[in-house]
C-alpha cells in the first residue's frame, strides 16, 4: 500500500517550518558558545572574523601544499649536507656501533632501537618521491633533436 500524495505534502511543509525554527535556533546557540552573545541574548561582537579567521577551502589547501613543499626542499638540502660520527656502545653485547646523525643508520646499515620501521619508511617515501620531483635527465633537457 502506497502513501497518499496529500499526506507526504503536509508532512514536507510541516518540516520545512521545522527546520527553519531549529535553523535560528542553532545559529543562537553557535553564537553563544563562540562568545557573539551574551546570556541575555544581546550582540556583543558582529563580525566573526575578530573572533576567528574564515579561510576557503582553495586557501587551506595551498597552505598544506606549501607546507609540503618546505618541508621537501628542508630534506633535500638535508640530504646534501654530511653527518657527524657518533658511537654507541651496545649495553648488552658491548659491540659499538658507530651512527651517522644525517641518515641515522650504524655502520652495518641498521637503525637505533628506538627508531620506528614505519617512520623510516614514510622517511624513504617521501625522500624518494623529492627525488623524482626534483629530477631532470640531460639528455632530454638539452640535446632534443627537433
Request: hydrophobic share 30%; no cysteine; aromatic share 6%.
Amino acid at each position: 500500500m502506497g502513501r497518499n500524495n496529500r499526506s507526504r505534502k503536509r508532512t514536507d511543509e510541516m518540516n520545512k517550518i521545522k527546520k527553519i525554527r531549529y535553523e535560528a535556533k542553532e545559529l543562537i546557540r553557535l553564537k553563544k558558545t563562540l562568545g557573539l552573545l551574551d546570556a541575555d541574548g544581546n550582540e556583543i561582537m558582529k563580525d566573526i572574523s575578530d573572533v576567528a579567521e574564515v579561510k576557503s577551502a582553495k586557501e587551506l589547501k595551498r597552505e598544506a601544499k606549501s607546507k609540503e613543499e618546505q618541508e621537501l626542499i628542508y630534506e633535500h638540502q638535508e640530504s646534501l649536507e654530511k653527518g657527524e660520527k657518533v658511537t654507541q656502545v651496545n649495553e648488552n653485547t658491548g659491540v659499538e656501533h658507530i651512527f651517522n646523525s644525517k641518515t641515522l643508520k650504524d655502520q652495518y646499515g641498521n637503525y637505533p632501537a628506538w627508531f620506528k620501521k614505519k617512520k623510516t619508511a614514510k622517511r624513504l617515501r617521501k625522500k624518494q618521491h623529492s627525488q623524482k620531483k626534483n629530477f631532470k635527465q640531460a639528455w632530454t633537457t638539452v640535446n632534443v633533436p627537433l
